[in-house]
Nanobody
């Protein structure tokens, strides 16, 4: 599975950005997709995920502001980010996983920078 992310950039606080990620390869095997982020000087954290069944999970601080969704073709995951705050500044990574018996297979896209100015 290969992941290609797009979107990101610089926005003022209160603004919106949209991240998109397209998967290629064994996309029929993907059980879930989503986004992680790594703020400057901090560890990578889960932002939002969506399973193949449509179940979503969000980081607490983004609930109500961010929305994760799958595209019509199911190989695309979109993160709509509204009411952005300076603390949302981070490198955002697209993620996909395939559930396996012992350990899930995890795939990562290239990071895309999101910068929110105050």
């Amino acid at each position: 599975v290969q992941l290609q992310a797009s979107g990101g950039g610089l926005v003022q606080a209160g603004g919106s950005l949209r991240l998109s990620c397209a998967a290629s390869g064994s996309i029929s095997s993907i059980d879930g997709m989503g986004w992680y982020r790594q703020p400057p000087g901090k560890q990578r954290e889960l932002v939002a995920t969506i399973t193949s069944g449509g179940n979503t999970k969000y980081l607490g601080s983004v609930k109500g502001r961010f929305t994760v969704s799958r595209g019509d073709t199911k190989n695309i995951v979109v993160l709509q980010m509204n009411s952005l705050k300076p603390e949302d500044t981070a490198v955002y990574y697209c993620h996909a996983y395939i559930v396996r018996a012992i350990q899930n297979a995890n795939y990562w896209g290239q990071g895309t920078q999101v910068t929110v100015s105050s």
